[in-house]
């Protein structure tokens, strides 16, 4: 199988986050987002913070925002905000929305779950967060040198919570069903791990993805997609208990995120370039 760009468009800022809900949300360093429909026609604008976002998440309808100018942001998918969401302190750098819950990790090794917009629990896995993902009741974060496992229980208690496990590993990082993706600790071999506590979260596989560092990792069904310093997005297979390489293309500049759907990647570039790229 091969890769092929589909659409592609440009803005005038470096865009640095990005998110999917039925339309394609980039955050750029100039505080601003910007939302594009799937064939990356340009849709609403709007300034969210005075500096660069540094997380990006989108889901219900909503679209949320965190910089370091103070908490985490809710807007509709127009542009409106909706609500401040109160903060731990340190800058947030992960947001996730599961169900109705969004999951928001900060530099001082803080989760905060929040429903409704109004904090629900908080957790404190004394590292900084530079991913996160949710396998309930599993949580993982990562930073760069190891995963950490939690069994976390929001609806019976807002603060505690046990330790599981620990791996070595580094964001970027997903849960994708069964399994378990994470970048090795020099940032550039993917792991793949089964993600049970009945195996210790066994590591099944281990594959170099890029002489570069990975920036960007995106699942959708059994594929997973990589993209980082180098300027290539790979896609990979998880079949059975093992990663295959199912399509390269070189975009030719670093690629500072990315997400896929069934039919698309959406994947932003250093320079201000957008594209989607399909499977041919």
Not at 29 to 41: C, N
Not at 45 to 63: D, K, M, P, R, Y
Request: charged share 25%; hydrophobic share 40%; proline share 4%.
């Amino acid at each position: 199988m091969s890769l092929k760009i589909e659409a592609e468009t440009k803005i005038d800022s470096e865009p640095c986050v990005a998110a999917w809900d039925n339309k394609f949300f980039v955050g750029s360093e100039d505080g601003s987002i910007r939302s594009f429909d799937a064939t990356l026609v340009p849709s609403a604008s709007w300034s969210a913070h005075a500096v660069q976002i540094f997380a990006l998440a989108a889901g219900n309808g909503n679209v949320l925002s965190a910089s370091n100018d103070g908490g985490v942001r809710v807007w509709s998918t127009e542009g409106q905000k909706i609500a401040d969401l109160p903060s731990a302190g340190p800058d947030v750098g992960v947001l996730r929305v599961y169900g109705k819950a969004i999951y928001a990790g900060d530099e001082g090794g803080n989760v905060l779950v929040y429903e409704n917009n109004v904090e629900k629990a908080r957790y404190n896995v004394l590292e900084e967060i530079k991913d996160l993902d949710l396998s309930p009741p599993f949580m993982f974060t990562v930073r760069d040198l190891d995963v950490t496992v939690t069994e976390i229980k929001p609806d019976e208690s807002k603060s505690r919570f046990v330790t599981r496990h620990t791996m070595e590993g580094r964001a970027p990082l997903r849960v994708a069903g069964k399994r378990l993706l994470c970048m090795a600790r020099g940032g550039n071999n993917l792991r793949l791990h089964d993600a049970s506590v009945d195996t210790t979260f066994k590591m099944l596989h281990e594959v170099k993805v890029s002489d570069m560092i990975i920036t960007s990792l995106s699942v959708c069904g059994d594929y997973a997609w990589t993209g980082g310093w180098d300027g290539c997005v790979r896609r990979w297979k998880m079949a059975e208990d093992r990663l295959e390489p199912a399509g390269e293309l070189n975009l030719g500049a670093c690629i500072n995120a990315l997400h896929i759907t069934p039919d698309s990647a959406y994947i932003v570039l250093s320079g201000g370039r957008i594209v989607s790229v399909k499977v041919v």
